[in-house]
């Protein structure tokens, strides 16, 4: 099971950037897809980047050519670089790591603590 760290938020201003970290510190014997999510109060968490086994990458149309996900497997880390950054791109994101079908659905019991990102107009 993998245990992550997740880094990197904080305040921006609208069209500004930033990149989190996810830093895997579990196993990653089942692992062969990592997402990054997000959250708002009231809202259901949702997929905004996946990166699966095959090497296809999707991302939410809401952050396309916006937000890019890149895995460092000499790291145990993802990253997600974010730019031109809007005030409803704020969230608190998490990130996780599974099977393929588990990182597309989100269907994970555990996660970490996030990472607030808040982006002002």
């Known amino acids: 099971q993998v245990q992550v760290a997740e880094s990197g938020g904080g305040l921006v201003p609208l069209g500004g950037s930033l990149k989190l970290s996810c830093k895997n510190f579990?196993?990653?014997?089942?692992?062969?897809?990592w997402g990054w999510y997000r959250q708002v109060p009231g809202n259901e968490r949702e997929l905004v980047a996946g990166?699966?086994?095959?090497?296809?990458?999707k991302y939410a149309d809401s952050v396309k050519g916006r937000f890019t996900i890149v895995r460092d497997n000499t790291q145990n880390t993802v990253y997600l670089q974010m730019s031109s950054l809007k005030p409803e791109d704020t969230a608190v994101y998490y990130c996780?790591?599974?099977?393929?079908?588990?990182?597309?659905?989100?269907?994970?019991?555990?996660w970490g603590q996030g990472t607030q990102v808040t982006v002002s107009s």
């Open positions: 579990g196993s990653i014997s089942s692992v062969n897809a």
């Open positions: 996780n790591g599974g099977l393929n079908v588990r990182v597309l659905r989100g269907n994970f019991q555990a």
């Open positions: 990166i699966f086994s095959d090497g296809d990458i």
